[in-house]
């Protein structure tokens, strides 16, 4: 959460199983105080950039001792620099870009009821069947480096080019293994509050 003098941002992330209805992590994230700041900047004043266009997604967010305790790191949210400890996969989630394959199931909503003083907007994110191309078959994997094991997620905005983004998001979480057997589906939701009236919501 950050509370820069006239609005408040908050995270949210939701991961779970759309079949099946698993959850597997339910909770809030951590923001990048300084590279939102810049994002909402840009995006006010029409600079074409700033906006979010990429989920990341990574496996070197936690590790496993042989009796099995995982021990977390924290996320990483200082510097424009900021990045996933170790990000092993990628996916546009901006639907108004030709780079987003699938703007069905990966996309971004403006959540917004009259009469409010805050706005959500909701990143949908769907790991397919088929994808990473390379995941194994099942999801009984009992190496948590895997590259497709993920603990830690981030979403970031677009800077100038696809190899010019900015993390403004980070979340570490118990590993998850992607495999061919199951859709995994991200549900990010960003809250975006003025201060007027704020004890409100």
């Not at 990143?123 to 590259?147: H, K, M």
Request: charged share 15%; net charge negative; aromatic share 8%.
């Amino acid at each position: 959460m950050i509370t820069p003098g006239l609005a408040k941002i908050t995270g949210h992330v939701k991961i779970h199983d759309p079949n099946s209805g698993e959850i597997f992590y339910n909770d809030h994230n951590a923001i990048n105080y300084e590279n939102i700041s810049i994002a909402m900047a840009q995006t006010l004043s029409d600079r074409n950039r700033g906006y979010i266009y990429q989920m990341v997604f990574g496996n070197g967010g936690s590790s496993v001792d042989p009796t099995g305790v995982i021990t977390y790191l924290p996320p990483n949210t200082t510097g424009q620099n900021a990045t996933l400890y170790n990000e092993t996969y990628a996916k546009v989630v901006d639907d108004n870009s030709a780079a987003d394959t699938d703007p069905e199931n990966n996309k971004m909503t403006v959540l917004h009821t009259d009469g409010t003083v805050y706005t959500d907007i909701l990143v949908t994110c769907l790991l397919d069947y088929g994808e990473p191309p390379t995941q194994q078959a099942f999801d009984n994997s009992t190496n948590f480096n895997g590259e497709f094991v993920f603990d830690e997620l981030g979403l970031k905005t677009w800077n100038g080019s696809a190899n010019d983004l900015r993390l403004i998001t980070h979340v570490i979480f118990h590993p998850v293994q992607k495999s061919l057997n199951r859709q995994i589906q991200i549900d990010y939701t960003l809250r975006i509050q003025t201060l007027s009236n704020i004890n409100a919501v």
